[in-house]
């Protein structure tokens, strides 16, 4: 009888079957979408135009700052993909993903001011003979953005979308509500409003990486600490990597990984007494690597699967690509004042920027509502330091700090993400800053838990006043 296959083997074998199953899923997907009629998809874009037109590329609804901005750039391109040239096989558009662009425009020319609804209108104007390929993503979100169109305007998925988004920030929330209390469920708050929340449903580039972050932290806050979810761990950060590198157009794909890391640590740690620093950096280290290997060869394997279907160098173009977002010398792709600025801070000062709306980085600060900003920023400081305070001065024992040290290690990522990625991380700074949303929880999640509540409450009855009228109380 053959001895049984070692434990790593199995894994490792289960780990590549998943991996090799959905890149088949993903390449049907994509195919299959494209049979979808255009007809209603072309009627749907035409009236969604005057909604784009008066936005423009650089729409700031709430104070004129870049932190509450949506991508007035890149969701008429993803539209413009969503489209599809006509006359195109399905497995074909699936892969290639063109744009349309106007006639006697370049392909340098698509960073520029206004550039991509211009393209829009080409598509809609079926002016392909200038077309681009951006296959080296595989653009996901087709698979939810595609149907939609048959059926709606932009606009009015928008606003579909705010409430799909709510539903899943809330469904976060109650669940950590009821695993941890209140505490938590309001710094997950805090931070996503931190980092403007009330923009990202309105704009179809930044929604699909927090949709994924939410609904995947809510899977492990429910089922963290159930003993199938051990076994099966590795597989399911695997295949959240792996959709992040799906949906996504790199905004900010960290995130992915570390919200539901830090729900995780939090499950286990507060379910196993023994469960301790040592635990909780290994869980992140491996968890950390199963998500990047998943991520990034599910995003090669559209590159090479490409190049073998379209017949042309789809992995020669994203390479170029790869090339220039690690350089420290790219250009400035927008010739703005805030391009400018974010270059002159580099990437981590650009990003740390934009959590402090008041000292932002827009191009244009005139009429800024500054009683507004400053109110919003002081409440928003005034919470943490608040925390930090209480966490410091009524703090549980050194020793169950240790145990919360991994969520600190998680709360880093950003920062090294943005100093691996120097180029996109300068460039669009405006909305990869998001990433920090990470950060904020972390630490607020850090110092919450370790904060005793207890010791506050006997300090907050031996005050004279409240003592008396707790005494008058119990008399009467």
């Known amino acids: 009888m053959n001895a049984k296959a070692p434990r790593w083997l199995r894994r490792g074998t289960r780990l590549l079957v998943i991996f090799a199953a959905l890149t088949v899923v993903f390449v049907a997907s994509v195919t299959l979408v494209f049979l979808l009629p255009r007809g209603p998809i072309k009627r749907h874009l035409a009236e969604s135009i005057p909604q784009l037109e008066a936005e423009g590329t650089a729409y700031r609804p709430f104070f004129d700052i870049p932190s509450y901005q949506p991508d007035g750039f890149t969701d008429p391109l993803m539209l413009n993909v969503a489209l599809g040239r006509p006359g195109e096989s399905a497995l074909r558009a699936g892969l290639e993903d063109v744009f349309a662009l106007p006639p006697n425009t370049s392909a340098s020319q698509l960073s520029g001011s206004w550039a991509t609804l211009p393209q829009l209108k080409a598509g809609l104007a079926d002016q392909y003979s200038n077309a681009f390929p951006y296959a080296r993503y595989w653009h996901g979100y087709l698979l939810l953005l595609r149907p939609a169109l048959v059926v709606l305007t932009y606009p009015a998925i928008r606003f579909v979308n705010m409430f799909l988004f709510a539903a899943a920030a809330l469904g976060t929330a109650l669940l950590l509500a009821r695993r941890f209390g209140g505490r938590l469920a309001f710094a997950f708050v805090l931070a996503l409003l931190w980092v403007s929340a009330l923009i990202i449903p309105m704009s179809l580039q930044f929604t699909s990486v927090f949709m994924l972050a939410m609904l995947a932290s809510i899977v492990v806050l429910a089922f963290g600490d159930k003993s199938w979810f ?61 998500w990047s290997v998943g991520y990034a060869f599910s995003w090669a394997s559209k590159w090479f699967i490409g190049s073998a279907v379209l017949g042309w160098s789809v992995l020669t173009n994203a390479l170029s690509d790869f090339k220039l977002w690690t350089t420290t010398s790219a250009p400035i792709f927008q010739g703005s004042v805030a391009s400018a600025r974010a270059h002159s801070l580099g990437p981590l000062g650009a990003n740390l920027a934009m959590l402090v709306p008041l000292f932002g980085l827009g191009d244009n600060l005139a009429g800024l509502q500054t009683e507004t900003v400053v109110a919003t920023v002081a409440l928003a400081f005034a919470v943490v330091a608040v925390v930090l305070v209480l966490a410091l001065r009524f703090h549980k024992p050194w020793a169950r700090w240790t145990r919360q040290v991994p969520l600190l290690a998680v709360a880093a990522l950003p920062y090294i993400w943005y100093a691996l990625w120097h180029t996109p991380s300068t460039q669009h700074f405006w909305f990869n800053y998001r990433s920090q949303v990470i950060t904020l929880f972390a630490i607020l999640a850090f110092l919450l838990r370790n904060t005793d509540y207890d010791a506050i409450a006997a300090r907050i009855r031996a005050w004279s006043w409240v003592r008396r009228l707790m005494e008058r109380d119990a008399i009467t």
Do not use: C, N, Q
Request: charged share 20%.
């Open 230 to 290: 051990r076994r099966w761990d590795l597989e399911v950060f695997l295949v959240i990597g792996m959709l992040t590198a799906f949906f996504d157009l790199f905004t900010a794909p960290l995130v992915t990984l570390g919200l539901p890391l830090l729900m995780l640590l939090l499950v286990l740690e507060s379910v196993h007494e023994e469960y301790g620093m040592r635990s909780g950096v290994v869980e992140t280290v491996k968890l950390g690597a199963v």
